[in-house]
């Protein structure tokens, strides 16, 4: 069964940094891009990065603006999102999300999700 198992979410003053974890099982891992995403009460799920199978190439929603760093370690089978200069506006419930194939930023391109994590910024 396929399984993604997310961690590192919390409450963070702003300006501060979190690093996001999510751990897969039941997929070679390798074979598939990998994203977060984020959802905020009342607004739509909305793309965070990806990167590709080898860990060669990624990129970032608009509004993360450098801050924001996804990287991945495929012999731990492990994705995470290094986040700094964290803002109120940040908050929001992060998810972690698996591409069958491809290398998208649609929500609707990603098959597998994690539980989420609740990331909490304060002024």
């Known amino acids: 069964q396929v399984q993604l198992v997310e961690s590192g979410g919390g409450l963070v003053q702003a300006g501060g940094s ?3 974890s ?3 099982s039941g997929l070679t ?4 891009t990998m994203g977060w995403f984020r959802q905020a009460p009342g607004k739509e799920r909305a793309f965070v990065a990806a990167v590709s199978r080898s860990g060669s190439n990624s990129y970032n929603g608009d509004f993360v603006k450098g801050r924001f760093t996804i990287s991945r ?4 089978n492990t994705v995470f999102l290094q986040m700094n200069s964290l803002k109120p506006e940040d908050t ?3 998810y ?3 591409q069958i194939s491809g290398f998208g930023s649609q929500a609707s391109e990603y ?3 994690g539980q989420g994590t609740q990331v909490t910024v304060s002024s």
């Open 73 to 76: 370690d495929n012999a731990k």
């Open 18 to 20: 979190l690093r996001l």
């Open 92 to 94: 929001a419930v992060y």
């Open 29 to 32: 891992f390798s074979r598939h």
């Open 111 to 113: 098959v597998y999700w």
């Open 22 to 24: 999510c751990v897969v």
């Open 96 to 98: 972690c999300a698996a």
